[in-house]
């Protein structure tokens, strides 16, 4: 019997170590493996992801049909074994949505987004779960008689919580607030109220917890005219300044994604538009909140570009991906990259005039690479993944499929253990399910 056990545990370990092996070997841009689930029928989406500790990596979005849609929280270990699944449905059963994503040193993973409640409003939510699983609270801020919803949840060094979103008295404001990881409870919230309705997209929090927002104003009640907007909370729980940008379209404009960059800035990217029309931007401000520069760009030719993503490099460089409209009428993937002093050095186009391309989400190694998610496809859609040098150079292109037919999806992209990265977004079936996505690929 103790033979049997232990001629047991060496086959175990040798499949172990042969895993191990074979993923060591894959060539760059190898997908290591590929996982579709659904925990009910319906629409199941993982479009946030973040690292684990342990090289296992952390995704959440929405599972369930509407009107009952419900959070998901998944956490995959590195050889692709799911570790656990989880699913939240508010306080009143209504429409749940993930909408931010982080993972502390420990472990411990903190959701945020938004429940309707019996009333028709949304409120805030928070939630916490622990490495293994367990759903240590779940914290719904009422912050107005209106609805409010939380849009962004960052850490600071020390392992803080801090939270980003809008409430609506009205008009509809901006919040940022500060939680405590123990139990959810909210410390200090500061707020930016505009002439018109605000919105957040996005949240930086340094390692010190100072918060930097990003999103847009409206310039005056009702005026249909946004500007886009940061603004600035220390850890303090002071609102310390508010910037606004006007593009030079003249329009719409606004901050959707933000970074923190070195020497104590922070990295902005997103669009100014003008009649349907828009082009990307990007932008440094200092932390006194000196816009030190501005940039946008558009391919030629296109009509409307819009950014999906940003990620800033250790040398202060900047991507931003997103996706352009060219004559033809087929959106293609755009990628463009800033100096830290603002000179764009490059861009890159991926797409035919058959076939389409999104590049949803950007991340950036230590040396500078960039690595970048989405979709490609004509007709059908194909999962996309790729890899960029600093210079620009195309190193590697991944694409991979659910079943003939079906629509693919990445959404979103984290770096993994060293030598790896992952993605997650949505596969669409035949028979109109759709499924949350997690795949793993060798760098």
Not at 391 to 410: P, Q, Y
Request: proline fraction near 4%; charged fraction near 20%; charge should be neutral.
């Amino acid at each position: 019997m103790r033979a049997c056990s232990r001629l047991a545990l060496v086959l175990a370990v040798a499949l172990l170590c042969a895993a191990f092996a074979s993923e060591a070997f894959a060539a760059p841009g190898s997908i290591v493996w590929k996982k579709a689930a659904n925990p009910s029928a319906g629409s199941n989406d993982l479009s946030l992801s973040a690292p684990g500790p342990g090289g296992g990596v952390y995704a959440a979005g929405m599972e369930g049909a509407y009107p009952d849609v419900d959070i998901w929280v998944v956490r995959y270990r590195a050889n692709g074994t799911q570790a656990w699944s989880k699913t939240w449905n508010g306080p009143d059963s209504g429409y749940d949505q993930a909408l931010g994503i982080a993972v502390d040193k420990t472990g411990d993973v903190y959701v945020c987004g938004r429940t309707r409640r019996a009333s028709a409003n949304l409120d805030s939510v928070l939630l916490k779960y622990d490495p293994a699983g367990t759903l240590a609270w779940a914290k719904v801020y009422p912050f107005a008689a209106g609805s409010d919803e939380a849009d962004a949840v960052g850490l600071d060094a020390a392992g803080n919580v801090y939270i980003a979103g809008t409430e609506a008295p009205t008009p509809m404001r901006a919040y940022t607030g500060k939680v405590s990881p123990g139990d959810g409870v909210l410390l200090w919230a500061t707020r930016y109220q505009g002439p018109g309705m605000v919105t957040v997209d996005d949240i930086a929090v340094t390692r010190a917890g100072d918060c930097y927002v990003a999103g847009r104003a409206e310039t005056g009640t009702n005026s249909g005219t946004y500007d886009a907007i940061l603004f600035r909370s220390v850890a303090a729980g002071v609102a310390s300044w508010t910037k606004s940008w006007n593009g030079p379209k003249g329009g719409h404009d606004e901050w959707t994604d933000v970074e923190p960059a070195p020497n104590g800035r922070v990295a902005v990217s997103g669009a100014t538009h003008e009649n349907g029309a828009a082009d990307l931007a990007c932008a440094r401000y200092a932390s006194s909140g000196k816009r030190l520069w501005a940039r946008t760009w558009s391919s030629a030719g296109s009509w409307t570009d819009r950014c999906r993503g940003l990620a800033v490099a250790r040398d202060g460089s900047a991507w931003v991906a997103g996706l352009t409209s060219l004559q033809e009428g087929v959106w293609h993937g755009a990628l463009v990259k800033w100096s830290s002093s603002g000179r764009r050095l490059f861009s890159r186009t991926l797409g035919t005039a058959k076939t389409a391309a999104d590049f949803e989400a950007v991340a950036v190694d230590t040396g500078g690479n960039a690595y970048v998610a989405g979709t490609v496809g004509s007709g059908a859609w194909d999962l996309l993944a790729l890899k960029y040098s600093s210079a620009g150079r195309l190193l590697w292109r991944t694409t991979a499929g659910f079943g003939s037919g079906s629509m693919d999806t990445l959404e979103s992209i984290c770096l993994g253990p060293p030598g790896y990265l992952y993605a997650t977004g949505q596969a669409d079936t035949a028979v109109n399910d759709t499924r949350g996505v997690v795949v793993k690929i060798r760098r």
